[in-house]
């Protein structure tokens, strides 16, 4: 079993920073890599940002230059600096972690944390 929580959200007016956190605990032998995901009301969950456990990333490009993802590999964690937050910010935001397991992966998600940005 893995068990994956985030914490970190909130309320903030536009153009303020906000930094999430995610903790992977439990069965977690092979992470290839972990990232963010969110999904405001009436919308799809979308990609934010990933990052491997080789410190490779990769940004959706609503989040270039705004946020940067980073992990701690020693403790399962990683996190996501948001700056500059913009009102269309405002969503769940959710953290996966992919394990490797043979030629795929298996996916584990949080419950998710609110960010609230105000104009």
């Known amino acids: 079993q893995v068990q994956v929580a985030e914490s970190g959200g909130g309320k903030v007016q536009a153009g303020g920073s906000l930094r999430l956190s995610c903790a992977a605990s439990?069965?977690?032998?092979?992470?290839?890599?972990m990232g963010w995901y969110r999904q405001a009301p009436g919308q799809a969950r979308e990609f934010v940002a990933t990052?491997?456990?080789?410190?490779?990333?990769n940004y959706a490009d609503s989040a270039k230059g705004r946020f940067a993802i980073s992990s701690d590999n020693a403790k399962n964690v990683v996190y996501l600096q948001m700056n500059n937050l913009k009102s269309e910010d405002t969503a769940v935001y959710y953290c996966?972690?992919?394990?490797?397991?043979?030629?795929?992966?298996?996916?584990?998600w949080g419950q998710g944390t609110q960010v609230t940005v105000s104009s």
């Open positions: 996966n972690v992919a394990l490797s397991v043979g030629m795929g992966y298996d996916d584990y």
């Open positions: 439990g069965s977690v032998f092979s992470i290839d890599r």
């Open positions: 990052i491997t456990t080789r410190g490779r990333t």
